[in-house]
């Protein structure tokens, strides 16, 4: 399932969760989002209730060199072969 698709999934199983006060309603809401997302069921509570914020960064060092300069050091590299 693509990241777009699951995020506006899971906005509306938020709503959903969050408006419903019975616990067998929950539980109900709570396992059909396990199953579609594949989530465990306390990972899965931890998103509902909003306690987990999606990264919003890539993982990794930053980046030393400007897109322009690492354009120009290929063509460079290319010259020499």
Do not use: W
């Amino acid at each position: 399932m693509p990241i777009e698709l699951r995020r506006s999934y899971l906005n509306e199983i938020r709503l959903r969760y969050q408006n419903h006060t019975e616990k067998r309603e929950k539980s109900k809401i709570l396992t059909e989002f396990c199953l579609v997302c594949k989530y465990s069921r306390k990972y899965a509570i931890r998103i509902l209730n909003g306690e987990v914020q999606p990264k919003l960064h890539k993982p990794g060092p930053k980046r030393k060199y400007h897109d322009s300069f690492v354009m120009h050091l290929s063509l460079l590299h290319l010259s020499l072969y």
